[in-house]
């Protein structure tokens, strides 16, 4: 026997549709939104669409924008000399957090993927390859995903830039720091081994 309203039901539809949000989640925010004001259900509303409306994609490295560049390539203080190529916009919201790169970013919007049937064609390489045409780049940091496909991507991009005469390099994989190398599966420890770098 139906609990919910119909009107309830669909909007846990919409709310499990959401990653990371199972149907218990889904039922602590809508009891959540039951009890909060209508001004705030408003304001959230709201947000969605201008959120929806107003987002779009980076002209030149293809992060999340209001404009047509982002905030990060419109910084004169970035060293535009140096770009870090990562799969998507939450990628740079990460790298940032950490706070000590200061170059740019070509976010490619997605990873190679042939199970999922995605090639170099489905992801914003061009891009990349244009502005490295230009001549303004010295060097490309590879910072793709750990797994499958952001090695896939990563080889692949590598022996598409090397010819070009720009300096590749790609992000330290391995241990975390303040865990114990006891604890670190083979593979992790092997890419450690590998990302060694002289001290």
Do not use: W
Request: charged residues 25%; aromatic residues 4%.
């Amino acid at each position: 026997m139906a609990t919910y309203t119909a009107s309830i039901e669909k909007l846990l539809d919409c709310l499990i549709r959401l990653p990371g949000i199972g149907r218990r989640s889904a039922e602590r925010i809508v009891a959540h939104l039951l009890g909060a004001s209508k001004d705030e259900v408003r304001v959230l509303s709201e947000s969605l669409n201008k959120v929806k409306e107003s987002v779009r994609f980076c002209r030149i490295c293809n992060n999340l924008s209001e404009e047509d560049t982002c905030v990060i390539c419109q910084d004169l203080r970035r060293q535009k000399d140096i770009v870090c190529v990562v799969e998507k916009p939450g990628d740079v919201t990460a790298i940032e957090k950490a706070g000590n790169f200061q170059g740019v970013y070509h976010v490619l919007l997605g990873s190679i993927s042939p199970l999922e049937g995605k090639g170099p064609s489905d992801l914003k390489i061009e891009g990349l390859l244009q502005r490295i045409k230009q001549g303004s780049i010295k060097e490309v940091i590879i910072a793709t995903d750990a797994d499958t496909e952001g090695e896939t991507t990563s080889i692949y991009l590598t022996k598409l830039l090397k010819p070009l005469g720009v300096q590749v390099s790609r992000i330290g994989l391995g241990i975390p720091v303040g865990s114990n190398l006891e604890y670190a599966d083979s593979t992790t420890l092997s890419k450690s081994l590998e990302s060694r770098r002289t001290i």
